[in-house]
């Protein structure tokens, strides 16, 4: 072959690979997949009576808790007994659920205070029944026979009582769904077991709630 054409070959071909090269460094890389649109979740509905309310039954439910352990342990009456027994079946569930409302709204948990076995006495605000003295929850542990179990009832009456009222605002000025749902439970119960303890007490029977 010519050595001229030879040469023209070589560079022909040298050309090509440095302009196939070219194309190979420009490239643009694949597009990165696009991250999946998430969604955020709708504001959860509620208001200072939602907040009041959680935070005051669980305070409530704390010391129904506790008089109905004492109850369960040292009442003398099978009635007595068999109704702190309930009562203390109700509370654990109750308080949980509260709890994961005040969590998620981003509030504060009434403090259960180290060092003591007497839950503290939830602040019921205006209007509201009056919660029996902390020196009248202590005395009760001085107290056994049937002077235990009428100081048991005298003190869970106005737990109750608390209870209700406080569900009675929540369904009247509430606005969260599931709150007040649970308002609406709490009234029913926490009535039925209110007649019960006045009866227990021989009280008479109260006004239609």
Not at 9 to 23: D, E, K, M, N, P
């Amino acid at each position: 072959m010519n050595p001229a054409r030879t040469l023209a070959v070589i560079a022909a071909v040298l050309a090509g690979g440095l302009a196939l090269g070219g194309c190979a460094t420009t490239q643009a890389p694949p597009a990165a997949p696009v991250a999946p649109v998430v969604k955020a979740s709708p504001t959860v509905q509620f208001n200072d009576t939602d907040v009041t309310f959680a935070q005051q039954l669980i305070a409530l439910r704390r010391q129904a808790l506790w008089l109905a352990q004492q109850g369960v342990e040292r009442a003398q009456a099978v009635g007595v007994k068999q109704l702190a027994t309930q009562i203390a079946a109700e509370q654990g569930p109750q308080i949980q659920q509260l709890t994961t409302w005040l969590t998620q709204w981003g509030l504060p948990v009434p403090a259960m205070p180290s060092g003591t076995a007497l839950p503290p006495l939830p602040s019921m605000g205006p209007g509201m029944p009056s919660m029996p003295p902390a020196q009248e929850l202590s005395q009760l542990q001085s107290l056994s026979g049937e002077q235990f179990d009428q100081k048991f009832l005298e003190l869970m009456i106005p737990n109750h009582e608390g209870a209700i009222a406080s569900a009675t605002a929540e369904l009247a000025n509430g606005v969260n769904p599931s709150a007040k749902q649970l308002a609406e439970q709490v009234k029913t119960s926490q009535s039925a077991e209110l007649e019960q303890l006045r009866q227990l007490l021989g009280a008479a029977p109260s006004p239609t709630e």
